[in-house]
């Protein structure tokens, strides 16, 4: 349960310090995203090294592997730095919060896997939700509009992660969780160095220590320990358990951005974010 709060707590404060990098000085998301795989890429390499004795992967396991670390890490990050470049860390991270009402959506379509009663229900809770936390932004003014598009790639992020989910869970069962992690972690680490490359200049690593400092926490505190501390509590008390645990993961961002960054949320967005953390929970907990 320990390590479950851990890794929740720590998950939710990566947006809060992607604002706070983004607001200490012109760094663009490119070169934010690039601090963080290249400070993370050392700690899933010694975790490889240390797996090495695994028994060899198949052909089809290394391009599930390359496949889901563009995806999964690499996409679904890159959608994320872009968007809360227009959206508060606490409503980004609601936003994000949909992925396993759209894992439910998505196993419908493609795994012929027909929701439930209760599913369907909690679809309808996190949507009512998320249309409340947008209803003040639906105007035609040009904040509103950079409001809408940042959401819509936050969205995007969180639709990148259930796909990824989806088809690779069976994956996650043949390669290992942790083998995996780190694989899939170190193959997303090349598209943002060509990223870097293409788009930026050595110049655009010239940042004050205060982003560096940032950059450094993004990377360790807010990705590399929670990636392991999730894993093994899943492991250890199973999803069900964790998926309560994880329901603290929005409302953390929201009590940070609010004390970090000002980013309080109206009474109407704070009643959606209720829905949505309710139709989130109701959606990954199990009977029984």
Same mark, same amino acid.
């Given at each position: 349960?320990?390590?479950?709060?851990?890794?929740?707590?720590?998950?939710?404060?990566?947006?809060?310090?992607?604002?706070?990098?983004?607001?200490?000085?012109?760094?663009?998301?490119?070169?934010?995203?690039?601090?963080?795989?290249?400070?993370? +890429? !050392?700690?899933?390499?010694?975790?490889? &090294? &240390?797996?090495?004795?695994? !028994?060899?992967?198949?052909?089809?396991? &290394?391009?599930?592997?390359?496949?889901?670390?563009?995806?999964?890490?690499?996409?679904?990050?890159?959608?994320?730095?872009?968007?809360? #470049?227009?959206?508060?860390?606490?409503?980004?991270?609601?936003?994000?919060? +949909?992925?396993?009402?759209?894992?439910?959506?998505?196993?419908?379509?493609?795994?012929?896997?027909? !929701?439930?009663?209760?599913?369907? @229900?909690?679809?309808?809770?996190?949507?009512?939700?998320?249309?409340?936390?947008?209803?003040? #932004?639906?105007?035609?003014?040009?904040?509103?509009? #950079?409001?809408?598009?940042?959401? @819509?790639?936050?969205?995007?992020?969180?639709?990148?992660?259930?796909?990824?989910?989806?088809?690779? %869970?069976?994956?996650? =069962?043949?390669?290992?969780?942790?083998?995996?992690?780190?694989?899939?972690?170190?193959?997303?680490?090349?598209?943002?160095?060509?990223?870097? *490359?293409?788009?930026?200049?050595?110049?655009?690593?010239?940042?004050?220590?205060?982003? &560096?400092?940032?950059?450094?926490?993004?990377?360790?505190?807010?990705?590399?320990?929670?990636?392991?501390?999730?894993?093994?509590?899943? =492991?250890?008390?199973?999803?069900?358990?964790? *998926?309560?645990?994880?329901?603290?993961?929005?409302?953390?961002?929201?009590?940070?951005?609010?004390?970090?960054?000002?980013?309080?949320?109206?009474?109407?967005?704070?009643?959606?974010? *209720?829905?949505?953390? @309710?139709?989130?929970?109701?959606? %990954?907990?199990? =009977?029984?």
């Amino acid at each position: 349960m320990l390590f479950a709060l851990g890794g929740t707590v720590a998950f939710a404060f990566r947006p809060v310090l992607i604002k706070l990098g983004y607001a200490s000085a012109p760094v663009s998301a490119t070169t934010l995203l690039f601090l963080r795989m290249v400070l993370s +890429l !050392p700690f899933f390499a010694a975790v490889a &090294w &240390w797996l090495r004795r695994a !028994p060899p992967l198949a052909r089809r396991d &290394w391009a599930g592997i390359v496949g889901l670390g563009f995806l999964g890490y690499y996409l679904a990050s890159l959608l994320d730095f872009l968007g809360l #470049q227009y959206v508060p860390a606490g409503l980004g991270r609601l936003i994000m919060f +949909l992925y396993p009402t759209l894992v439910v959506i998505l196993s419908a379509l493609f795994l012929s896997r027909r !929701p439930t009663r209760r599913e369907l @229900a909690a679809l309808a809770m996190t949507y009512a939700g998320i249309a409340l936390v947008l209803s003040r #932004q639906l105007g035609a003014a040009p904040e509103h509009r #950079q409001f809408l598009f940042g959401a @819509a790639l936050v969205f995007g992020a969180a639709m990148c992660y259930a796909v990824y989910l989806v088809t690779g %869970s069976q994956l996650v =069962k043949r390669v290992g969780s942790m083998r995996f992690t780190a694989y899939t972690m170190m193959v997303s680490t090349a598209p943002a160095l060509v990223q870097f *490359a293409a788009l930026e200049s050595p110049a655009a690593l010239q940042l004050p220590g205060e982003v &560096w400092l940032y950059a450094i926490l993004l990377a360790t505190v807010c990705t590399v320990l929670p990636v392991f501390l999730v894993a093994e509590s899943l =492991k250890r008390i199973g999803a069900n358990h964790f *998926a309560l645990i994880g329901g603290l993961g929005p409302v953390t961002t929201v009590a940070a951005d609010f004390a970090l960054l000002e980013g309080a949320l109206t009474p109407l967005q704070l009643l959606g974010g *209720a829905l949505v953390i @309710a139709g989130v929970l109701l959606v %990954s907990l199990k =009977k029984g």
